[in-house]
């Protein structure tokens, strides 16, 4: 099990960019996969984009190809978010995930909010 801290939401103008990072408290997090998943007032939480443990690949949601980028830093025990061309529909509250056993298994942050204004 690991514990997770998110960090780095805020409040952007469209077009705008944030990062965010989740840092982790907990042993060899770098055989965890990790990801970032969003809820929006009155919707489903929502994948993201994850990165994989070991290999490293990632996957994103269509809706934020090309704009998000997922990384991490094992030396930091870190995952993080680059957000770029922010739009208003990516306003949520963003969730920091790692698991070792798939989605269903896995340990989550508190959450950091997203706000973007058009």
């Known amino acids: 099990q690991v514990q997770l801290v998110e960090s780095g939401g805020g409040l952007v103008q469209a077009g705008g960019s944030l990062r965010l990072s989740c840092v982790a408290s907990?042993?060899?997090?770098?055989?965890?996969?990790v990801g970032w998943f969003r809820q929006a007032p009155g919707k489903e939480r929502e994948f993201v984009a994850q990165?994989?443990?070991?290999?490293?690949?990632?996957y994103y949601t269509d809706s934020v190809k090309g704009r998000f980028t997922i990384s991490r830093d094992s030396t930091k025990n870190s995952v993080y978010l680059q957000m770029n061309n922010l739009k208003p529909e990516d306003t949520s509250v963003y969730y920091c995930a790692a698991t070792q056993k798939g989605w269903a298994n896995s340990d989550w942050g508190q959450g950091t909010q997203v706000t973007v204004s058009s």
């Open positions: 990165i994989i443990k070991n290999s490293g690949t990632t």
């Open positions: 907990g042993p060899s997090f770098s055989t965890y996969t």
